[in-house]
Structures are given as structure tokens and as C-alpha cells.
């Protein structure tokens, strides 16, 4: 499920699935957009932060740790993936 979460943010829900293979897909979405040319803008980048599910973890909490990712990888760069 991919949900428009802010701006220019999306949440990607992968159920059932480990956070490693999460985090290929997102390094695939990411590689797939930087080396795609759009109209509007010659290139696209994009920054993702991708974690998995704990049990008994809260909803606030799970966002927390995958915005922490997001912002670590803006940080340090972007256009990159972070698993944390």
C-alpha cells in the first residue's frame, strides 16, 4: 500500500515483509527514479528511510524511527536508503 503521507513524502506499507527486503525495493525505487528523465525536471532524486515493524511497537513509535531514517539519510547527503 503506498500512502501520500506530507509534501513530497510517502509511507510504503509492506506487510509481511523483512525489513531487508524493504530496503532493497526502496534502493530499486531509488536507483529506477535517478536515472529516469522527467519532463518537468531532467532528474529526480530520492531520500527513503525504510524500518520494520516490532512487536507490540506503537503506530507513534514506528513513525518515529522511520522519520529518524529519512532525516538521517537527508543528512547525510540524500538520494540514498537508510534501514534502521
Known sequence: MLIRWGGEEFLAILPETKAEDAGAL?????????R????????VT???GVT???FDES???LLKR???ALYS????????????
Open 26 to 34: 526502496a534502493e530499486t525505487l531509488r536507483a529506477l527514479l535517478a
Open 36 to 43: 529516469t528523465r522527467f519532463p518537468i525536471q531532467e532528474q
Open 46 to 48: 530520492a531520500s527513503l
Open 52 to 54: 520494520e515493524y516490532r
Open 59 to 61: 503506530p507513534r513509535s
Open 66 to 68: 522511520v522519520d529518524d
Open 73 to 84: 539519510v537527508k543528512e547525510s547527503g540524500r538520494n540514498r536508503v537508510a534501514l534502521l
